[in-house]
């Protein structure tokens, strides 16, 4: 990742944002991540012990993120009044006591209950993060320090699932959880607290120059933007719930596909846990490369809710095509799995760039957290849809993949209604 450039003057300002700032915010939300996605290496033992069904499994899976949902606004708020270091900082050390909980859970609905107070730790986290990122990365840096950042769902997957596998092939699924559960405690939080500052005044190692290049970037970005903006407004404003709709849409297909892809895998190459994790690693680095490109892309042409349909149309296309081409060819299907979830992840970039460009810089923590609250709830209805077509089907996949492909493609095209703030013209 390289340092940032002056667009106006060219001069070279240092790079220390992208080589602290950003690494932090990667390897916190890779173990964020990780502690609520590691059930889907868990449905088979969770299902065993608690003999529960696939739907069941869905509903403990997707719980989270009731949960997840309630802290999203409270979140944002918190970090842009307060400190999002300091929130941030808490959160880690919550969200590891409820993952560890879920480990030790003596009951589905215990288990249950732990999850849903694992999403309620984990919900401030990601409007957090946003608000960090806004306060170091200018509008003209922002699509790619989101992607780069946001390439933390893919690196979370490539380590969550070869580890999970094999701990659960060695363990249980209960050991898997514990282990990845310390995780926050042992990782997570050191790191956060030695690398990242709140804004380039707080922060020794921020260069004069990189800090007036930041400062000055944002005052520029922020003319004619009101120093407070009515809350009350952001929720009449519709480029918020359209936001808002299209997150839904999309969750309801990545969780989908997320948390049952080890058991589409597995179906698919009958191989044990440990292998399926190695392979369901190849999706998350091919979504690596589609980020990136993505984010660099968007940077250059500003066709935000365009690059937002690409990702998805592909998504959609590809997973029903690995369904559709099954057993027949494994390594066919395998390989539009990988197109599927590289598509289904690169359009966060232009997602929350644009997002950015819809609201107020006043507003844009507390709007990032409605948007991602209320579109965080297609998470909990993914895995449980997959769940109940499972059963259904009799654990056959094609419905399934059509289902979650249908759910890209409608918010592929909710997000070209979006209109951006191209004006700057201020909410009251």
């Known amino acids: 990742m390289g340092g940032?450039?002056?667009?106006?003057?060219?001069?070279?300002?240092?790079?220390?944002?992208?080589?602290r700032l950003i690494p932090?915010?990667?390897?916190?939300?890779?173990?964020?991540?990780?502690?609520?996605?590691n059930i889907s290496y868990a449905f088979a033992g969770i299902g065993e012990e608690f003999a529960v069904s696939k739907a069941d499994q869905g509903f403990a899976a997707g719980i989270f993120f009731i949960g997840y949902?309630?802290?999203?606004?409270?979140?944002?708020?918190?970090?842009?009044?307060?400190?999002?270091?300091?929130?941030?900082?808490?959160?880690?050390?919550?969200?590891?006591?409820a993952a560890i909980w879920c480990g030790l859970a003596r009951s589905f609905d215990e288990l249950v209950v732990a999850r849903f107070v694992l999403g309620v730790?984990?919900?401030?986290?990601w409007p957090a993060t946003l608000v960090l990122i806004n306060n170091w990365f200018p509008m003209s840096e922002r699509a790619r320090a989101y992607s780069f950042w946001m390439t933390n769902l893919a690196i979370a997957s490539i380590i969550t699932q070869p580890l999970s596998g094999f701990i659960v092939d060695l363990t249980n699924w209960r050991t898997m959880l514990l282990i990845e559960g310390a995780l926050p405690f042992l990782i997570a939080t050191p790191v956060w607290s030695l690398m990242v500052a709140d804004r380039?005044?707080?922060?020794?190692?921020c260069s004069a120059a990189e800090r007036d290049f930041i400062e000055t970037s944002l005052a520029a970005d922020a003319v004619g933007e009101p120093e407070a903006s009515s809350f009350r407004r952001i929720f009449a404003e519709p480029a918020v719930w359209l936001l808002v709709a299209v997150s839904f849409f999309i969750q309801v297909g990545f969780y989908g596909l997320n948390m049952w892809l080890p058991s589409l895998l597995k179906a698919l190459t009958e191989a044990?846990?440990?292998?399926?994790?190695?392979?369901?690693?190849?999706?998350?680095?091919?979504?690596?490369?589609?980020?990136?490109?993505?984010?660099w892309w968007?940077?250059?042409?500003?066709?935000?809710?365009?690059?937002?349909?690409?990702?998805?149309?592909?998504?959609?296309?590809?997973?029903?095509?690995?369904?559709?081409?099954?057993?027949?060819?494994?390594?066919?299907?395998v390989f539009f799995i990988c197109i599927a979830v590289g598509g289904a992840?690169?359009?966060?970039?232009?997602?929350?760039?644009?997002?950015?460009?819809?609201?107020?810089?006043?507003?844009?923590?507390?709007?990032?957290?409605?948007?991602?609250?209320?579109?965080?709830?297609?998470?909990?209805?993914?895995?449980?849809?997959?769940?109940?077509?499972?059963?259904?089907?009799?654990?056959?996949?094609?419905?399934?993949?059509?289902?979650?492909?249908?759910?890209?493609?409608?918010?592929?095209?909710?997000?070209?209604?979006?209109?951006?703030?191209?004006?700057?013209?201020?909410?009251?």
């Open 272 to 295: 044990d846990f440990g292998a399926v994790g190695l392979i369901a690693a190849l999706p998350y680095c091919t979504a690596i490369v589609f980020m990136w490109a993505n984010g």
């Open 200 to 205: 380039p005044r707080d922060a020794a190692w």
């Open 69 to 97: 949902t309630l802290f999203q606004i409270p979140g944002g708020l918190l970090a842009t009044h307060w400190s999002p270091k300091k929130a941030v900082g808490i959160m880690i050390l919550l969200w590891g006591c």
């Open 4 to 19: 940032g450039m002056d667009a106006a003057t060219g001069a070279t300002v240092g790079g220390m944002r992208w080589k």
């Open 298 to 333: 968007v940077d250059r042409n500003r066709r935000y809710q365009r690059h937002v349909l690409l990702s998805l149309v592909l998504a959609a296309v590809s997973l029903v095509a690995s369904v559709m081409i099954g057993q027949s060819f494994v390594i066919l299907s």
């Open 121 to 125: 730790a984990e919900g401030g986290v």
């Open 24 to 37: 932090a915010a990667m390897v916190v939300y890779i173990i964020s991540f990780m502690d609520r996605t």
């Open 345 to 428: 992840l690169s359009y966060e970039g232009p997602f929350w760039a644009a997002a950015s460009r819809a609201v107020p810089v006043a507003a844009a923590g507390a709007a990032a957290g409605l948007i991602n609250a209320v579109g965080n709830l297609g998470g909990f209805l993914g895995p449980r849809l997959g769940g109940i077509l499972l059963d259904m089907s009799g654990g056959q996949f094609v419905t399934t993949a059509i289902a979650l492909a249908a759910s890209f493609l409608v918010a592929g095209l909710l997000m070209l209604m979006v209109r951006l703030r191209r004006d700057k013209m201020a909410m009251a």
